[in-house]
């Protein structure tokens, strides 16, 4: 049995390190969305949840036992042995600039709920062999914070006004949040499966404004261009998961998850004013400001796959490798990779640490996360940094406008009751 365990333990770590090396080819064609559609292709990439799965940087799926970790395993709802209440709140601290640029960028800051849930553990503690617990959970989550707000190469920096300028500024504001209701099954504390099925819902908001310096057109006049473009967006859809859990012998756990993507209605509001000006011909200005457009179109967000491994030490603790594979109609096929680590520092203290790299927008997060676990009260805390960078390509010109870069740091806090 220890012999061919190990060869399971090698195979996985195997196709856990072709994923990473698979990881980079694509990072220099990440460009930064225009339109709504897109930026919900790209909402899975937050890290939120409760501080034990952000301390872990999301690395659950064979873990299980945390109500953030049903988000990417519902297989994992089977270890509870008692109904708990959860509640968590985080903060979210960001700043967007653009790279090797002198402006120091903008600032968001806030507070949300990250996520609220209750598991009812209908166990039989009698029981070792056939099925020893149903669980049922109900849950709301903090999906995404679609928050983002950068303008590359400001017009204020120009060293002269003749040359030709070209600025763009993107600001959006949004978030995605869910309702779900999952199922477990634990089998003979070695097999669990669940399934899930989930309520999504959308509001968002995008800005962008272009504006454009040209020293001389076809009449030899210098001309400024002023586009502003907003969209507005609402959605709800429908999705579900299903996943499965195995715990073989007392130091391995392997998990493997499917998440479908949500299907609904995209509902956009899109209107722009246009701006000619041509500042050495007597200030002349032509304005155009359009109608609002109103239509809807379907939506997927994407179809993700979870696999990963948790090595387990006695009860001092365990380590969970993970790979993620996203798939998106507008972006691709996107990978991320995930490593948790988790130290039992005493009989009720936990330490948590994690490590998440993404392929899409070079996205990367480091985390770390400390959980007091008593009988019936559990308190924990959780505080992560993350960095990406994006490329703009001007969609008139086809141009690279330049990179930019976003620097995140979000604090957990959350309570959980058992009973």
């Given at each position: 049995?220890?012999h061919?365990?190990?060869?399971?333990?090698?195979?996985?770590?195997?196709?856990?390190?072709?994923?990473?090396?698979?990881?980079?080819p694509?990072?220099?064609q990440t460009i930064?969305?225009?339109?709504?559609?897109q930026?919900?292709s790209?909402?899975?990439?937050s890290?939120?949840?409760?501080?034990?799965y952000v301390?872990?940087?999301g690395?659950?799926?064979?873990?299980?036992?945390d109500?953030?970790?049903?988000?990417?395993?519902?297989?994992g709802?089977g270890?509870?042995?008692?109904?708990?209440?959860?509640?968590?709140?985080?903060?979210?601290?960001?700043?967007?600039?653009q790279?090797?640029?002198?402006?120091?960028?903008?600032l968001?800051?806030?507070?949300?709920?990250a996520?609220?849930?209750?598991?009812?553990?209908?166990?039989?503690?009698?029981?070792v062999?056939?099925?020893?617990s149903n669980?049922?959970?109900?849950?709301?989550?903090?999906?995404?914070?679609?928050t983002?707000?950068?303008?590359?190469?400001?017009?204020?920096?120009?060293?002269?006004?003749?040359?030709?300028?070209?600025?763009t500024?993107?600001?959006?504001s949004?978030?995605?949040?869910?309702?779900?209701l999952?199922y477990a099954?634990?089998?003979?504390n070695?097999?669990y499966?669940?399934?899930?099925?989930?309520?999504?819902?959308?509001?968002?908001?995008?800005?962008?404004?272009?504006w454009e310096?040209?020293?001389?057109?076809?009449?030899?006049?210098?001309?400024?261009?002023?586009l502003?473009e907003?969209?507005?967006?609402?959605?709800?859809?429908?999705?579900g998961?299903?996943?499965?859990?195995v715990?073989?012998v007392?130091?391995?756990?392997?998990?493997?998850?499917?998440?479908?993507?949500?299907?609904?209605?995209?509902?956009?509001?899109?209107?722009?004013?246009?701006?000619i000006?041509?500042?050495?011909?007597?200030?002349?200005?032509?304005?155009?400001d359009?109608?609002?457009?109103?239509?809807?179109?379907?939506?997927?967000?994407p179809?993700?796959?979870?696999?990963?491994?948790?090595?387990?030490?006695?009860?001092?603790?365990?380590?969970?490798?993970?790979?993620?594979?996203?798939?998106?109609?507008?972006v691709?096929?996107?990978?991320?990779?995930r490593?948790?680590?988790?130290?039992?520092?005493?009989?009720?203290?936990?330490?948590?640490?994690?490590y998440?790299?993404?392929?899409l927008?070079t996205?990367?997060?480091?985390?770390?996360?400390?959980?007091?676990?008593?009988?019936?009260i559990?308190?924990?805390?959780?505080?992560?940094?993350?960095w990406s960078?994006?490329?703009?390509?001007d969609?008139?010109?086809?141009?690279d406008?330049?990179?930019?870069?976003?620097?995140?740091?979000?604090?957990?806090?959350?309570?959980?009751?058992n009973?």
């Open positions: 049995m220890i061919r365990t190990s060869h399971i333990t090698r195979l996985w770590l195997l196709l856990l390190m072709l994923a990473g090396v698979s990881l980079q694509a990072v220099a930064h969305p225009y339109g709504i559609e930026m919900v790209v909402s899975d990439l890290l939120t949840g409760t501080p034990r301390g872990m940087a690395a659950m799926t064979a873990v299980g036992g109500p953030s970790a049903a988000k990417l395993n519902p297989a709802l270890i509870y042995r008692h109904s708990q209440f959860s509640l968590s709140a985080d903060g979210t601290f960001s700043r967007f600039f790279q090797d640029y002198w402006d120091k960028g903008y968001y800051a806030r507070w949300h709920l996520q609220v849930s209750y598991v009812f553990a209908l166990t039989h503690p009698e029981r062999a056939g099925v020893v669980n049922i959970m109900v849950s709301f989550n903090r999906r995404a914070d679609l983002c707000h950068f303008t590359l190469n400001n017009r204020n920096a120009r060293a002269s006004t003749n040359t030709d300028w070209l600025e500024t993107i600001d959006e949004g978030y995605r949040n869910d309702m779900n999952h099954m634990n089998i003979s070695r097999v499966w669940g399934v899930g099925f989930t309520v999504d819902w959308l509001q968002a908001r995008q800005t962008i404004d272009r310096y040209t020293n001389a057109n076809k009449r030899d006049m210098a001309q400024a261009y002023t502003s907003t969209r507005r967006a609402n959605e709800v859809g429908v999705g998961a299903i996943g499965l859990l715990h073989p007392q130091a391995l756990r392997l998990g493997v998850s499917l998440q479908s993507p949500t299907i609904g209605r995209l509902k956009v509001t899109d209107y722009y004013t246009e701006e000006t041509f500042p050495r011909s007597g200030n002349d200005r032509v304005i155009y359009s109608p609002d457009n109103n239509w809807s179109t379907r939506l997927l967000t179809l993700k796959l979870s696999a990963g491994i948790g090595l387990q030490w006695r009860n001092h603790g365990l380590l969970s490798l993970q790979y993620d594979m996203q798939y998106h109609n507008l691709g096929i996107s990978h991320t990779a490593a948790g680590l988790e130290v039992a520092l005493s009989n009720h203290w936990l330490l948590q640490g994690g998440a790299f993404s392929q927008y996205k990367q997060n480091v985390a770390v996360g400390l959980h007091y676990m008593g009988r019936w559990r308190v924990g805390a959780a505080y992560t940094f993350g960078k994006g490329r703009v390509i969609s008139l010109y086809l141009t406008q330049g990179t930019y870069l976003t620097r995140e740091n979000r604090v957990v806090l959350s309570f959980q009751w009973h």
